[in-house]
């Protein structure tokens, strides 16, 4: 019985561990959660076009468990093609890693901890978040203040 016991208890710690981490999209403001998208690979990105400079910009982050518990977003790289107000220009920007420009493209690649995401949506700017091969227009809410929290599953 004992080994039974173990053995159910092994096999639901792996279906825990298994679980798709998420991504809950909430209004920030209002705290009303809009969406829950699942992040198979515990990596995704936001695209826009940047208000100032008008060109694209991606930014890459991904799902980390902290000893300490819990999930957090590590931000890992921008990728933009101009500079603009609020991007980053030098190369000891805090967090970075490195900073590149190849193929016409600025690189920073860093290692940043975001205590909380929160994006300021503007249908002008085609606001996108990206993940596997999903592709979420955060633009079809109003426009305004989202907050992304990590979550370890999505509930329905």
Not at 3 to 14: D, Y
Request: net charge neutral.
């Amino acid at each position: 019985m004992n080994k039974l016991v173990l053995l159910l208890a092994g096999a639901f710690a792996l279906a825990g561990n298994l679980q798709a981490a998420g991504l809950e999209i909430s209004h920030y403001r209002e705290g009303r959660l809009l969406a829950c998208i699942s992040v198979a690979d515990k990596e995704f990105e936001l695209s826009f076009i940047h208000s100032v400079s008008l060109t694209p910009v991606k930014d890459y982050y991904r799902l980390v468990e902290p000893a300490t518990g819990g999930l957090t977003i590590n931000q890992t790289a921008e990728v933009f093609i101009a500079h603009g107000q609020g991007l980053p220009s030098l190369v000891n920007e805090p967090d970075a890693k490195s900073f590149k420009h190849r193929n016409g493209q600025f690189i920073l690649e860093m290692d940043r901890d975001i205590g909380q995401l929160i994006v300021r949506t503007d249908r002008r700017f085609k606001n996108r978040l990206h993940t596997g091969n999903k592709n979420i227009n955060l633009n079809q809410w109003p426009d305004g203040g989202l907050l992304i929290s990590p979550v370890f599953n999505c509930q329905p």
